[in-house]
């Protein structure tokens, strides 16, 4: 199957997404020109340890159920960068310094796989098809869970590779400084036990401190607690308009479907970037 399919009166953009989590692998069709997935998710317990053999045999698995032949986007919680996953959030340490390149020829040989940060398909997915739609300059998503992460758009072109969790912030609670998703993140709501009206000044502080650095024209927020936006949106105190992620559960797939097409030149995003040719020389 390519990567373009037709229906009773057109056709439609169709590209092939993977969202790869800590404890699941999701794959699905997306309509390109709406966003939507095409008929169901398939989705596979993430394999333990997730090293990354493991993920690209289960990702071949599950790509072959597809019939799929064109080029495939992966999602996965690190950052690729010259080709190399840096960093191993939720999956296995033996992803730092991996070529997934090499990987991904081994396992889905004479495919064009592009990989992406999971937060970046996410912002990806937002800014076309969701809350940053229509936008103009600078969109920012921060996925607020576990940790922070976090995607910058710009007029709707990906700039890889922000890790905005990782901002240090000088805490106003007085402790000194901190990562921000460690002043500020769902799992510090949780733990701490705070109330909306408690956290909503730690998160208010992040945004203020990445206000400072870049004025975005729209901060989208997601994650779990984007669920309860109504609750604790008007609680915010930082000076750039916020609004709540849409497309939460299948972000990943659509974000990485779009990567993936605009490398391919189904899609026109600007420059793309691609594990095979984010390399020097």
Request: one cysteine or more; proline letters at 5%.
């Amino acid at each position: 199957m390519a990567d373009t399919t037709s229906d009773s009166s057109c056709t439609v953009p169709v590209g092939l997404g993977v969202d790869v989590g800590g404890t699941g692998i999701k794959v699905g069709r997306v309509n390109l020109t709406d966003g939507e997935l095409i008929g169901d998710r398939l989705l596979r317990p993430t394999p333990q340890p997730a090293t990354p053999d493991a993920i690209a045999a289960t990702i071949r698995e599950m790509v072959d159920e597809f019939d799929w032949d064109g080029s495939v986007g992966v999602a996965v919680p690190t950052v690729i960068h010259e080709g190399i996953a840096r960093i191993a959030p939720n999956i296995d340490e033996s992803w730092i310094g991996c070529d997934v390149v090499d990987l991904f020829d081994r396992h889905l040989p004479g495919r064009t796989v592009v990989m992406l940060n999971d937060a970046d398909a996410a912002g990806l997915t937002e800014v076309h098809y969701g809350a940053g739609e229509g936008v103009d300059g600078l969109v920012i998503l921060l996925t607020i869970g576990t940790g922070i992460g976090s995607a910058l758009l710009m007029n709707g072109r990906l700039i890889p590779n922000s890790e905005f969790g990782h901002l240090m912030i000088e805490d106003i609670a007085g402790r000194g400084f901190d990562e921000a998703e460690h002043l500020a993140s769902g799992a510090v709501r949780a733990r701490e036990e705070m109330s909306f009206a408690e956290w909503a000044p730690h998160l208010s502080n992040v945004l203020r401190a990445i206000e400072d650095l870049l004025w975005p024209r729209a901060f989208v927020l997601g994650g779990g607690v984007s669920e309860a936006a109504d609750e604790w949106f008007p609680l915010l105190e930082n000076r750039t308009p916020v609004r709540a992620a849409v497309r939460l559960n299948d972000a990943g797939i659509i974000g990485a479907a779009l990567y993936a097409a605009a490398h391919s030149g189904a899609i026109d995003l600007g420059e793309a970037l691609s594990v095979t040719d984010d390399r020097p020389g």
